[in-house]
């Protein structure tokens, strides 16, 4: 008779599980969002280094927390501010904080809209 589970996992299944799960989830976002930040505060202004905030933007969706969405939106948009001021300069300071006012809506309309796409999908597992 076989059993559903396999009692000797690979580590790489073992680390893979690990990082499915919601711990490892957030772990995993909290780092992509150190890393990110620290790349922004390196680079000049003007390369836009910030598009990648996306990333940890995009794995809060597959959290299950609730609130996980907005923590990131809010995080990532201090750490925007914090890198524009922190950067060297590369491009003139206007065209910067042009570039960047842009991306700060953008990045609050896709927060936005993930995070009802999520409330709905909760919503649904509900019923």
């Known amino acids: 008779m076989q059993t559903t589970k396999r ?14 799960s919601d711990i490892g989830l957030a772990i995993t976002i909290t780092l992509v969002l150190l890393a990110v930040y620290l ?3 390196v ?6 280094v910030w598009l990648l ?7 809060s969706f597959w959290s299950e927390r609730y609130y996980a969405i907005p923590t990131v939106c809010i995080v990532t948009l201090l750490f925007l ?3 524009f001021l922190v950067s060297p300069q590369g491009i003139a300071i206007p065209h910067a904080i042009l570039l960047r006012s842009a991306f ?3 990045f609050i309309i896709v927060s936005l809209t993930l995070w009802a796409i999520r ?5 649904e597992d509900r019923l």
């Open 53 to 59: 905030y996306f990333i940890p933007l995009v794995l």
């Open 43 to 48: 680079t000049p202004l003007g390369e836009p």
């Open 39 to 41: 790349i922004d505060t």
């Open 119 to 123: 409330r709905r999908q909760l919503r």
């Open 104 to 106: 700060f809506l953008v």
């Open 81 to 83: 501010v914090g890198g």
């Open 7 to 20: 009692r000797n996992r690979s580590p790489l299944v073992r680390l893979l599980t690990s990082l499915a």
